[in-house]
């Protein structure tokens, strides 16, 4: 593009980045994945406009770093840009829950290409070498490891990823390396855009069954990612886990080079774990790696963290980084926000916040803070359902996951995309946890959560707000709550008794 056909107020876009990409229109810029697929875009030279519902702290980033971004969703939004834009980027929850979005009727009216952000971002990775991070659970965890181990060996790769890394703040990167980490969304096999030299996939367990169907449709988009790899490139699959251990089985006998990690991984480019030792809010894990025994201090709590470290380990080691670099970055690594984040301590009561919502991600959370709350308190999670048809369908293993704390808050479903089903709500998982019925409450009134959860809680106790909806909320107004009784009263209050659902 010349000075010439350069819209007035245009720079000059890097020569990698095509035509299409030079303005950009977001729908939902505030999102984790679509904001950062912007400030890679604004990186790399581009002009970026978009929308969102409302503020946040991703809105005024992007903004920060001159995006021009507008509250509320109209077709004048297309006007942000000098000339407009010359690609719109939407995401499949919005054509599902918005298809007369005025913005995507205006691009339709103009002729302007309507681009998934998969493909937008499947082409800021065409000219790097790219390692894929997947799996039914853990996967911004490990993307993340990977990103801080990588830069602990002095590279500076380019990376999305699905959260913001504690250490930075930040969920997106324009790197000068020549490598690009990317979480890998498998929930409507979007993932299937790219082609990496490296894919980890960290577990293959049953989800996302509102788009795809069926366990084996959901099973077999696996297949098809791992098909995806480079020639020459190779597979991380935990070797622990059934479903992730079987598409390694599968694509190993396809031809594709496979490295394993875990308890039971014995091969010799394998990562086998012979130890993990949980201490507080830290873990002491022992490896056998290159026929030696290292033992590495994470600075995150739970052996399925330790899991990840593990994955983030082998993409390493498959990208050609050094050994010991890569194992004192995964050392120095802090986590990411809202994976059992601490929001905050008042009145001998820790509160954390949690993105979990799968079952096996709640599982393995409330495990993991097991260590880190002791043997003085109780641990107490208020749970938001996301999405009716997984409320629905796995009602029962949520609520033997959520067995395994103390104390069980129930808030009703955070539908996202999905319209209520008659019936449907916190109760629908309340009735399968297996504690008793005092210990087990069903509270439908968001506003009453903060008093109910200072209500429960007690000195020495841990209180954890879980889901991937706006539950994350709350973990400041339990915290002001708590303050509040502290001050009025020295010491936290008991209010009256909620309702509970037992199981």
Not at 152 to 181: E, K, Q, R
Request: charged fraction near 20%; include cysteine; glycine fraction near 10%.
């Amino acid at each position: 593009m010349t000075e010439e056909t350069m819209q007035p107020g245009e720079q000059a876009v890097a020569p990698e980045l095509p035509r299409l990409l030079s303005r950009v229109h977001f729908i939902g810029a505030g999102g984790a994945a679509m904001s950062g697929i912007a400030r890679i875009l604004l990186a790399r030279g581009a002009m970026v406009s978009g929308s969102d519902a409302k503020d946040s702290r991703a809105v005024l980033a992007l903004r920060t770093l001159g995006a021009e971004v507008s509250i509320g969703h109209d077709a004048a939004n297309l006007d942000l840009l000098p000339g407009g834009p010359t690609a719109l980027v939407t995401t499949k929850a919005v054509h599902q829950a918005d298809p007369d979005n005025p913005e995507l009727l205006e691009a339709a009216a103009r002729g302007i290409p309507v681009l998934h952000r998969s493909a937008v971002l499947a082409e800021l990775m065409a000219d790097h070498r790219a390692a894929c991070v997947s799996g039914s659970a853990g996967k911004t965890s490990t993307t993340s490891m990977l990103v801080v181990a990588l830069q602990a060996c002095g590279t500076d790769p380019s990376f999305m990823i699905g959260g913001d890394l504690l250490a930075s703040g930040s969920s997106a990167h324009h790197g000068h390396g020549d490598v690009f980490v990317a979480e890998a969304d498998e929930s409507d096999g979007s993932f299937l855009a790219y082609t990496p030299a490296v894919a980890i996939v960290t577990n293959v367990e049953p989800d996302h069954l509102d788009h795809h169907g069926t366990v084996e449709a959901y099973v077999a988009v696996f297949d098809a990612f791992a098909g995806r790899i480079e020639p020459g490139g190779a597979l991380v699959v935990c070797a622990d886990d059934p479903g992730a251990a079987a598409l390694g089985d599968r694509a190993a006998a396809a031809g594709v080079r496979v490295r394993r990690y875990g308890r039971t991984a014995t091969g010799p480019d394998d990562v086998a774990v012979l130890d993990y030792r949980a201490e507080a809010s830290t873990g002491v894990l022992t490896i056998r790696v290159d026929d030696v025994e290292r033992t590495v201090r994470l600075g995150v709590a739970g052996e399925h963290q330790a899991l990840n470290a593990c994955a983030a380990l082998l993409a390493g080691l498959d990208l050609g980084a050094p050994l010991e670099k890569l194992l004192d970055g995964l050392t120095s690594f802090t986590g990411v926000r809202r994976r059992f984040e601490l929001r905050g301590e008042t009145g001998g009561v820790r509160v954390y916040d949690d993105y979990a919502h799968a079952p096996t991600k709640v599982a393995a959370q409330l495990r993991a803070a097991r260590p880190v709350l002791g043997e003085r308190g109780r641990l107490i999670v208020a749970f938001q359902p996301h999405l009716y048809s997984r409320t629905r369908d796995f009602a029962e293993q949520f609520g033997e996951a959520l067995s395994l704390a103390d104390e069980v808050v129930l808030l009703d479903v955070y539908g996202a995309r999905e319209q209520p089903e008659p019936g449907i709500n916190g109760t629908t998982i309340a009735r399968h946890v297996a504690l008793p019925a005092e210990d087990v409450h069903y509270e439908p009134s968001w506003a009453a959560v903060p008093s109910l959860l200072a209500d429960l809680a007690r000195p020495g106790d841990l209180v954890i707000t879980m889901g991937a909806g706006d539950v994350t909320v709350l973990g400041p107004e339990v915290l002001a709550e708590l303050e509040r009784r502290d001050q009025a009263s020295g010491a936290t209050g008991t209010g009256s008794s909620p309702a509970h659902v037992g199981g």
